[in-house]
């Protein structure tokens, strides 16, 4: 056998023509479609130059990145976005915040003062007994807790919530504060009232936070269990 043949440094037959780009397109152009960064790689076409077109991919495919908080989180995560609402139902009126408390405050406080008053009535002079007063302003604020607790674990609003069309939501998916979450924000709102001198303070700053809050206007009861405040109404 004659050993003259020349010997093909390529012997599979895969070596590309020398006058092919690396990647396989049109002289000069950029990576083809489907390459590292999905459909439509570095250009408008297969193998074309590169620059942005309409089959620019990457990781989120044709089109970019998904809208702010992706699909199933209607609230986002309130990072990096340009627009940290995108996708949130309407923020709730500071105005109809005020009149849910209203509400509640008067479901909770009209019968424990009148129950209270009728174990203490020959007793108690409101205007001269600090004692049994603040005996009221804690039998108040536990069971405005308990009220609290079980209303928004259980569907997210209270009664002064839902006559006003607003619900208590997790900032993270929209979801019912359930346990921890609505316990955590009815203590920061309710038990503060307890606490001697400071605790009025510290309740009076924490209602009115929401009034410069931004962008969610959560007050500090909000901030601690991770909710907002929004419309119930679409």
């Known amino acids: ?3 003259d043949q020349p010997q093909d440094d390529d012997p599979f037959g895969k070596k590309p023509p020398e006058d092919l780009p ?20 570095y250009g408008p076409g297969p193998g074309v130059g590169p620059g942005p077109g309409p089959g ?3 990781p989120y495919g044709a089109g970019g990145p998904p809208p702010h908080g992706g699909p199933g989180n209607p609230y986002g ?5 340009a ?7 309407p923020l709730a009126s500071r105005f109809k915040r005020l009149l849910a408390r209203i509400i509640d405050f008067l479901i909770v406080f009209v019968p424990v003062s009148l129950i209270y008053s009728a174990f203490v009535w020959d007793h108690w002079d409101p205007s001269q007994d600090n004692t049994k007063n603040t005996g009221l302003s804690v ?8 009220y609290e607790g079980l209303m928004l674990t259980a569907r997210g609003q209270t009664v002064g919530k839902m006559a006003m069309g607003i619900r208590v939501a997790m900032l993270e998916n929209g979801a019912v504060p359930r346990n921890a979450p609505g316990w955590i924000r009815a203590a920061v709102y309710c038990l503060p009232w307890v606490v001697p001198c400071c605790g009025p303070l510290f309740w009076l700053i924490n209602v009115l ?4 809050d931004k962008p969610y206007q959560q007050c500090i009861h909000d901030k601690a269990a991770k909710t ?3 419309s119930a109404v679409q």
């Open 1 to 3: 056998m004659s050993t």
């Open 209 to 212: 936070w929401c009034a410069w």
């Open 22 to 41: 690396p990647y396989g397109g049109a002289p000069g152009g950029g990576p083809p479609a489907g390459g590292p960064h999905g459909s439509g790689g």
């Open 56 to 58: 620019h991919g990457g």
């Open 83 to 89: 627009d940290p609402l995108a996708g949130m139902p």
């Open 77 to 81: 995560d309130g990072f990096g976005a």
């Open 228 to 230: 907002v405040v929004v």
């Open 139 to 146: 039998l108040v604020a536990i069971v405005y807790f308990l």
